[in-house]
């Protein structure tokens, strides 16, 4: 059995965070922008995103939630009328100030002090606030409700530690936003939101996730409850995917949504907001990546299907490049997952053999090379990406097979990957949830074990609140853990809570994130 | 012959402008944001720019560019460097001087003193400065060119008037930035954008424009060429569409975009940029628009066909919904200019006759509304909003047709509906251009004459440059008027200048514009 040589330089168990930042190098996916914790995302990158958009905005729409656009500008009054929510945000904001800028006579520019704004305006860290005040217009009646909203925006806040795609000061997203009569109404829609962000994120992303409610202190400023998806990576730390809060009339009451109710009685609206935003495609990286480089689900993949012609520049490269076209317009006209494939034959310069490499990094699904033998014999060499190497020659897996079956086959074999992808990082994070730890000192030892990659424990809590819960979180900030969420599907509690001593009432999952 | 009754207040003959505004409202496409010249884009108006998004972003794949994100902020001496770039620009930019607002100690917020940046940044108002700074780092060599870069984006410019759709402090386009080896190439692409609009304009939105190069004067700052699509309005005024720069080595030199040709000598590049923005939205309505609302083409109508039942909240509404929405998925099962019939069914409360009207002011293409009896004879009541008066009785137009010839036909009237109103719109423009003017008095007099709306006149220049040109814009100002461009396809030029009295070289369009 030979050495397998892969792509890669850092591998996941030496270094995951270097790792990370290579596998986005060598995809090309994104880079430093040169601007403050901005990033260039680059077209693989991009062209994932808008999959992932596509799909989740077919989603979105299925539910009746229609799309808007809200201003990116929000005037500080806004801000000040919602106390707790200015709050949680005011440390990390971009102000602008000025309108104008001119010259400061030494060959640099200045903001025109003759063009200070009267009121500075934040630029959108989120917009509870400015889509409350357009719900304030639109709400007169119980029939204007609900009234469901959504946005695909770029918001700033002004991170101090950034990180591509995981944490940068502008990112992409999308945020639903909207109001109800009544709490039942809008509690229902909050968990709308969170399982079309479970279905998207399992079935489009495959990325298993527990869905369930993060503690008091993790909520969302403002928010009365806040959901979460939360997904495992390969280091076993925790990233929340996506979240959905429910507001009370909190926000309604600040921006003064009401409505009359059909007994004429005026009333204020309860309202919800909820968002994913590019950090998915972090998760999608830290979840499918290998040594090799990414592996995007097929359902997500810009290209599912890469041809690569081994062209020799000799005139017969034309036949064979016509015989490739051919074979990307038949595996074009299949579809798969319900789409049709999407089929990329890379004419670009230089080597299939290079070129393979890079589209491995990439992480295209399939993988296809045809020279001018298999063109006369009627075969392609395919390779799967998730599954790249032999492991008993420690080569790449090439399937030689007849060219007619591997069109038929792509819409099974794409589906086939999708799901395998799935499966397998929902069984690591299956083994890596570890159920009976009963104290906080076993926790305390399970983290600071010799396990690399420790993963998450459920552990039993009486549900503290204020002060209590205070000293709970302090208490794990020491081993750098934090409470994810309260899985909704989680068994009920059976036993002493780890922090107080006193009955649990629920199960909660504590982990590194993220 | 009765009297029409229209379904707005206001006409398009007695205040363009009023209308505008009111059918903006009436469409439920836009409002006010109460955030200084930004607008709240609403569902039926960002429906329509998802549709011109999708069909856009294809003929922009199609072209081989790829699209990424970039930067919402620019540093100061991105702009510092590129003089006559800044020059253009610098009296309407967004400044963000601090990361943090702190209270004021009075329950207000202000801008934390101690978080002021040590470079303010600029929201950026386009983005040939920061996609520069990525180009230097993308380019090397010959081979990585061309590059062919889009981006979908929000950009602010601190516009002093604003007016929905036409011109907004904050607005979304797409901004395309390619690189080249030389000037022919980036010249090609440079037209190949244009093409790309043009095409874009007159088969998607059914706006006729006439491509052509932009005077000196109405260059983009920076630029060596400028080219632009310019369609005519109800009112007779030109508006500028679509834009398409050659910048020649000038932002190359500024950012450093080189590369070694095949020779190993180092060149700089020659780079385009081209962009259309939702402002598009604002010529549809004043091109399409109508005394009852606007009248969207088929291609981008976000539901082409509606479904109105006339429900009667008694028992046979059940059977009632159960044909409308057979025949809504027989619709939709049917396919007009190459895509899916796109079909909403509306079953919101109210009478149908009410609802009809809501849909008229909002312009779908068709709408069709069935009521018990026509369900008994298998027919439909269907009106084409584009032709929805009958002259001689002054009543809506509606066709009483066999449920099944409906449905047969439907691919066949959406294409109609779109050449349509093209044929209409392209029949008043081509009738508003004046040609033969032959002195700058006649143009002065054709202006300042009785006709409400003029159009346009076609006459004959010398192409003055510099101070000369300065000269001629500046007696233009006087009638409100501006060089529209130089047509593509203009005859040659066979007279005498109007400005200079030199022997004409070309041919320009001289209108009022937006």
Redesign the interface.
Known sequence: MSQIRHALNIKREDDFAAWYQEVITAADMA?E????G??????WG??I??RIQRLMDDRIKAAGV???????????RN??REAEH?EGF?????????????SDGK?????DPEAKLEE????RPTSET?IG??MA?WVQSW?DLPLL?NQW??V?R?EMRTRMFLRT??F?WQEGHTAHADRADALAETHRALEMYRACAEEDLALPVIAGEKPENERFPGAVETWSIEAMMQDGKALQAGTSHYLGTNFAHAAGIKYQDREGTEQYCHTTSWGVSTRMIGGVIMTHGDDDGLRVPPRIAPHQVVILPMLRETPEDEALLAYCEELRARLASQSAMGEPVRVLLDKS?GKAAGKRWDWVRKGAPVIIEVGPRDMAEGKVAQIRRDRLWNPDNGKPAFAFIAREDAIGAIGTLLTDIQQSLFDEARERRDANITRGVNSLAEVEAFFSGSAKFPGWVEVQWSKPTGAALEKVVETLKGTKLTIRNVPRDAAPADGACIFTGEPAVERILVARAY
Chains 1, 2 share one sequence.
């Open positions: 880079e922008s040169g601007v403050r901005c990033m260039v995302i680059k077209p991009y062209g995103w808008e229609q799309n808007c656009y809200f201003p990116i500008f929000i005037p500080l801000f000040e200015v005011a440390k990390e904001m971009a102000v602008v100030t000025h309108h104008r800028l001119i060959g640099g520019l200045i903001p500075p305006l934040v630029v400015i005040d357009a217009r029939r909203t925006a770029n700033v002004w000061t502008e992409l310069p």
